[in-house]
């Protein structure tokens, strides 16, 4: 199995790129046949997670593992330069497992107009970028897949979304693009100052010899770039917009892995190659992660659509993680990583069932639902258990990214001021109790009472079979991490331990 070693990444990027192709080789008229491809692809691609996730050394977890570098650009110096650590590794498998129930989702669930063969030929692509994104090792492979992600999920919304599908996909394409702008000028700056693009190289610099004003000038356009993918207040107008617009498996890989990208490129390039800079920007990072946990919060108080509900919610939840990752300590980072996969599960989760009921009732008003509970029982307890899910009930995944988060601000690393980060700490946890008011108050209104006299009479499907499949991984994986962290903290902190002893040794702290 040498050549898996060699040849594992390569392929857990490029078989969707295969499958994509082979899709739009299949007739249009064969549906069935362009279904069976993507499938397929999506199952492939796992499988080979799976052999990555088998042969994996978790007793080298902050090594690169499975690392491919070749010569690829040479006139600008860039390699083909691919590996995984702990950090990557769940990420790149909630990727795999998302897409692949997206797909089965998908069999009886196409948005108008229909054209399977296209639609399932860009979620395919999406996986290319989303994938190639947590292996990249090279600036600029990094900045190409980050960007790859984007004409797919642009078109995804723009032709398949709702009623004003055009602005929020143009919303998004220029918000994203804006950002990604600067972050590549971020990158340039590094390469002509530094004299390279390879990620591990520039982290092992720790920032070289760049001065404090540079460190600082170059970590806002990767702030940019980073904090818009996330999105962080107040770069968030674009989400909520995305998300009510995007057809159900669009809104799905927007929240499961998409807003991860951004996350993920904190942790693995801007914290490490410029951490005095990071030191001077967390203060003002955990400042804007706390003003979009209460933001988000009170939004949510104020919607009457589900989908945009939860879109609000993600702007929440994404503040804890970048709470974790601003308070530059190895316990907080680690929630953060944690909390990017379990608002992973839980938010593709809840997106997916108010795709359901909206399929079932054509609205997502939560003024005109109710009664789910009696007219498609097991719909509505799902809905319930993941409701409890995202306020971060102890025992369940949430719970497990919001608390450590919350509570790494008690002692922040890097001579951080400990009073600045602990009222941070007190206004986080009092988002934790606003979470709980609007998904409460969503799910009483929902899924309680008796239906409303327009929906009293009509036969409501209760959960399909594609459903159940598509659901199923991702309510046990919200249980088992909820009940076992461990599981996911083991194989995560020696690469994230890693990172806060490198810049704790520029830092001396």
């Not at 009457?304 to 879109?311: C, G, V, Y």
């Not at 993600?314 to 907080?332: C, E, N, P, R």
């Not at 608002?343 to 359901?356: K, R």
Request: hydrophobic share 55%.
């Amino acid at each position: 199995m040498d050549w898996f070693d060699s040849w594992g990444l390569t392929l857990a990027v490029f078989v969707p790129a295969v499958g994509m192709v082979l899709v739009l080789m299949v007739p249009k008229a064969e549906e069935t046949a362009q279904k069976v491809v993507a499938l397929v692809t999506t199952l492939v691609t796992t499988a080979v997670g799976v052999g990555l996730l088998a042969r994996f050394d978790y007793d080298r977890t902050s090594a690169l593992q499975f690392e491919v570098n070749k010569s690829w650009i040479e006139v600008i110096d860039s390699r083909y330069h691919v590996a995984i650590d702990g950090i990557s590794l769940p990420l790149i498998l909630l990727t795999m497992v998302v897409t692949a129930l997206c797909v089965v989702y998908s069999w009886d669930h196409f948005p108008e107009p229909h054209n399977p063969r296209a639609f399932l030929a860009l979620m395919l692509l999406l996986e290319v970028g989303m994938i190639g994104t947590f292996v990249a090792q090279d600036l600029i492979l990094f900045f190409i897949f980050f960007e790859v992600v984007l004409l797919p999920m642009f078109f995804m919304i723009g032709v398949w979304g709702g009623p004003n599908r055009e602005y929020a996909s143009i919303k998004f394409f220029l918000f994203t693009l804006f950002g990604s702008a600067l972050m590549l000028l971020g990158f340039l700056a590094l390469y002509f100052k530094l004299g390279t693009f390879d990620i591990p190289e520039l982290a092992a610099l720790g920032g070289g010899d760049l001065v404090r004003s540079t460190q600082n000038l170059i970590f806002a356009g990767l702030f940019l770039g980073f904090a818009i993918k996330v999105p962080m207040f107040p770069f968030h107008t674009w989400l909520p917009d995305a998300h009510t617009e995007a057809p159900t498996v669009g809104s799905v890989l927007l929240a499961a892995i998409l807003l991860k990208l951004g996350t993920y490129g904190f942790v693995r390039i801007a914290l490490p190659v410029l951490p005095e800079a990071a030191k001077d920007w967390a203060p003002w990072i955990g400042l804007l992660a706390v003003i979009g946990i209460i933001y988000g919060a009170l939004c949510c108080l104020a919607q009457r659509d589900m989908k945009r509900l939860i879109a609000f919610s993600s702007v929440a939840h994404m503040g804890f993680v970048m709470l974790g990752i601003a308070t530059l300590t190895d316990f907080g980072i680690n929630a953060a990583v944690f909390g990017m996969v379990a608002h992973g599960l839980i938010t593709g989760m809840l997106f997916f069932v108010a795709g359901s009921v909206q399929e079932r009732y054509e609205t997502r008003e939560i003024g005109r639902l109710g009664g789910l509970l009696t007219q498609a029982p097991y719909l509505g307890w799902i809905l319930g258990f993941c409701a409890m899910a995202s306020l971060g009930l102890p025992g369940l995944a949430g719970f497990w990214g919001e608390f450590p988060a919350i509570l790494s601000a008690y002692e922040p690393g890097g001579g951080l001021s400990e009073a600045t980060f602990r009222t941070f700490m007190v206004f986080a946890a009092i988002g934790t109790v606003l979470a709980a008011g609007y998904l409460l108050w969503m799910y009483q209104r929902v899924a309680f009472g008796a239906p409303k006299a327009e929906f009293a009479d009509a036969h409501i499907h209760d959960v399909h079979v594609p459903e159940w499949i598509a659901w199923s991984p991702l309510l046990l994986l919200i249980v088992a991490l909820g009940v076992y962290p461990h599981l996911l903290f083991r194989v995560t902190d020696g690469a994230v331990v890693q990172i806060v002893d490198g810049m704790s040794k520029v830092l001396g702290s």
